[in-house]
C-alpha cells in the first residue's frame, strides 16, 4: 500500500503561482512512476506531468514551459511548482503513484485561478 497526502492548493490570481506537495508513505520502494493530474468539473481526468524513477519528466502540452515537476527522495515527497497560471489551469489536482498493475492516488487539492 501506498498513502499519499496532497497539500498546497488555494485561490490565486492569474499570472501567480503555486506549488502542491504530495507526501508519499507506505510501499515506496514498490513505485516505478509518480505524477500529477488534473480533473476541472464537466471534464475527464488528465495527465499534466510524470516523474519516472529514471528521473525523466512528460508533461502535458498545455503546461509545458509553465509547470515543472520534482520529488525530494529523502522526504518522500512529490512537488508541483506552477507558474504563469491560467484561469484554464483551475481543477482539483491529484498526486498518484503507480506500481506495475496499479494505480495509487491522493485524495485531491484544489487549484482555482481568478481572471
Known amino acids: 500500500q501506498v498513502q499519499l497526502v496532497e497539500s498546497g492548493g488555494g485561490l490565486v490570481q492569474a499570472g501567480g503561482s503555486l506549488r502542491l506537495s504530495c507526501a508519499a508513505s507506505?510501499?515506496?520502494?514498490?513505485?516505478?512512476?509518480m505524477g500529477w493530474y488534473r480533473q476541472a468539473p464537466g471534464n475527464q481526468r488528465e495527465l499534466v506531468a510524470r516523474?519516472?524513477?529514471?528521473?525523466?519528466?512528460d508533461y502535458a502540452a498545455s503546461v509545458k514551459g509553465r509547470f515543472t515537476i520534482s520529488r525530494d527522495n529523502a522526504k518522500n515527497t512529490l512537488y508541483l511548482q506552477m507558474n504563469s497560471l491560467k484561469p484554464e489551469d483551475t481543477a482539483v489536482y491529484y498526486c498518484t503513484a503507480s506500481r506495475p498493475g496499479y494505480n495509487y492516488w491522493g485524495q485531491g487539492t484544489q487549484v482555482s485561478v481568478s481572471s
Open positions: 516523474i519516472l524513477r529514471s528521473g525523466s519528466t
Open positions: 507506505g510501499s515506496i520502494f514498490s513505485v516505478n512512476a
